[in-house]
């Protein structure tokens, strides 16, 4: 059959095909009118048609191919699922990694704390005493409120702060993870050393109290969270070093939707971690002994959480 | 003849349904100046929000500052997902985000995607992926390779619409048999692609793709002006 003749014949078919797609009624006509489109593209390739008429079916075929292939979500039931199966089996299935990304995070940190709390004079080769002047002043215990300085309604604005920085140290460990891991380690052990000193210094000179009383509540999910976006990192650095039987471009982009998880679970922990500390942890209002055992609490539940959850297979 | 399709920068995705289906892919200017459009439209929310929220304070600045984190970090991801892979300035240009097998993002996906943004802003302004999208084969930054993704124009060329020219008829022409028969599949398809995109090119470039083949044309004795050519290339469809 010519083009031309072609053409006409079909292109009121092709209109009502533009329509079904545009108007998003007759959903169930979808796939039936794909496969006609489909087979008219083969048609017209294999009758040599013009490139014209060849790329307006393309369009047509392609349109209505993102369109039926696309993952439809319910969003709230996603985030249930997430929570409820997703992030904690995931975390489970990727224990090794994690564990090493804690050992990087954790190990420096209560050595550089135990370190600056027997040797306190140490601190000064990690930071210079302006900085530890501010340090000492956010945790005074004569203070107000404990942490940065701020006014009455500060609350939110400490929020938008920690949610911004904190949320942004993850996603760089993550990220850092693509230069063969080492990206990753390295922000692993650089914050690792720098909250540990930070800490031993603030014991070391008799703000425990105050120090814990602020760190207790919103420590936990800040910690796991960078252990997190530290072990997704991980992942993305093995499989460039070690990518198996897959290229390493292929194994790259599995590492990433494994790894993707964590990474969602760890943005969800800062964000925790962030009302936490910008709403609970500063009041000194609140006693010691109830900041210490909300803190130990969301420690135990978080681990219970990791641990338990998602147990029941929920393919079955 | 050498393989034309080597010069093409189209994506080649094969369905289920046993088609191929060409992916444009969008170029580095392209992608840019998307990027550029959003860019700015990120500035004008936060300047105006700056604006409106510094007479309520500290706890405008927080809720300032909760919007900076959401648009640095999500804007791109929910447009992505939302809006059949178009944010704001991409749908401008005409370019938008799909997974390399055609099909929309998904929430990991284009998380993925511009998280990694993180190592293509690397060290100055994009170095990171400035090169990867000139080096890589698909135009990619390091984010695209990472999450399988790619960006492609949404509509490549005027071609891809019931009004553009080829639907309207073109002179029904008969001459140059004898030149026509002697054209491989190939050399009929440039000059058809050349006919249908004759109203599009500005004269000039006509003229440059002329002279590509006007040694050829000589050696049949065929003129070499432009209408000339567009009756060759007319009279090649008809030939069908």
Redesign the interface.
């Known amino acids: 059959m010519?083009?031309?003749e072609y053409?006409n014949q079909q292109?009121n078919f092709?209109?009502t095909c533009?329509q079904l797609l545009s108007s998003g009624t007759n959903r169930s006509e979808l796939p039936e009118t794909?496969?006609v489109l489909?087979?008219q593209?083969?048609v017209a390739?294999s009758?040599?048609y013009?490139?014209?008429?060849i790329?307006?079916l393309?369009?047509l075929?392609?349109d209505y191919?993102?369109q039926l292939?696309?993952?439809r979500?319910n969003w709230f039931l996603?985030l249930w699922l997430f929570f409820y199966d997703t992030f904690p089996h995931s975390l489970r299935e990727n224990y090794k990694i994690f564990a090493v990304a804690a050992t990087l995070f954790f190990l420096p940190l209560i050595l550089t704390t135990t370190i600056i709390f027997f040797y306190p004079e140490y601190v000064y080769y990690f930071l210079s005493i302006e900085k530890l002047a501010d340090i000492k002043d956010m945790y005074n215990p004569e203070n107000a409120v404990l942490g940065r300085e701020?006014?009455e309604?500060?609350?939110?604005?400490?929020?938008?702060?920690y949610?911004?920085n904190n949320?942004?140290i993850g996603?760089?460990t993550?990220?850092?993870g693509?230069?063969m891991g080492f990206g990753s380690v390295f922000f692993l052990l650089f914050n690792g050393v720098f909250i540990g000193v930070i800490a031993g210094y603030l014991i070391s000179i008799g703000y425990s109290e105050s120090f814990f009383s602020f760190v207790s509540g919103h420590s936990s999910f800040e910690l796991i969270a960078i252990a997190l976006s530290g072990a997704a990192g991980l992942m993305?650095g093995r499989s460039l070093i070690n990518p198996g039987n897959l290229k390493r471009?292929l194994a790259?982009?599995q590492a990433?939707?494994l790894a993707?998880p964590l990474?969602?679970g760890a943005m969800s922990f800062f964000f925790i971690a962030a009302a936490i500390e910008a709403f609970w942890s500063s009041s000194q209002s609140t006693m010691f002994i109830i900041k210490i055992t909300v803190g130990i609490f969301l420690w135990l539940s978080i681990a219970g959480y990791f641990l338990f959850a998602g147990r029941n297979n929920l393919a079955k | 003849m050498f393989d034309i399709s080597s010069l093409s920068l189209s994506y080649v995705v094969d369905t289920p349904e046993g088609v191929a289906i060409k992916l444009p892919v969008a170029g580095l200017w392209s992608r840019s100046a998307a990027w550029m459009i959003d860019l700015l439209i990120r500035g004008g929310v936060y300047i105006f929000l700056a604006i409106v929220l510094s007479i309520t304070g500290l706890f405008g600045q927080g809720i300032l500052l909760i919007v900076i984190f959401t648009l640095e970090w999500f804007y791109p991801v929910f447009y992505e997902v939302l809006n059949n892979g178009k944010t704001p300035g991409k749908k401008i240009i005409g370019i938008k985000v799909v997974n390399t097998n055609g099909s929309q993002l998904d929430w990991g996906a284009s998380m993925t995607r511009n998280i990694i943004r993180f190592i293509d802003m690397l060290p100055l302004v994009y170095g990171v992926g400035f090169i990867s999208v000139l080096l890589s084969r698909h135009s990619q930054r390091i984010g695209d390779i990472v999450a399988g993704t790619i960006v492609i124009y949404d509509n490549h060329d005027n071609t891809g619409s019931l009004e553009s020219p080829m639907f309207s008829g073109l002179n029904n022409i008969t001459a140059y048999k004898s030149f026509i028969t002697d054209l491989s599949l190939d050399e009929r398809r440039a000059f058809i692609a050349f006919a249908e995109r004759f109203d599009s090119l500005s004269v000039p470039r006509k003229e440059e793709l002329i002279s590509i083949i006007s040694p050829v044309l000589k050696k049949y004795n065929l003129n070499d002006d432009i209408k000339a050519i567009k009756q060759i290339s007319e009279s090649v469809i008809n030939s069908k």
């Not at chain 1, 609350?155 to 938008?160: A, H, K, L, S, T």
């Open positions: 010519n083009q031309a053409i292109s092709w209109k533009e794909y496969r489909s087979h593209l083969a390739e009758r040599n013009s490139p014209g008429l790329n307006y393309q369009k075929v392609l191919h993102s292939y696309r993952q979500t996603s701020r006014a309604d500060g609350d939110w604005y400490m929020f938008g702060f949610l911004y949320t942004s996603f760089r993550f990220a850092a693509l230069l993305l471009k790259l982009q990433a939707k993707m990474m969602q």
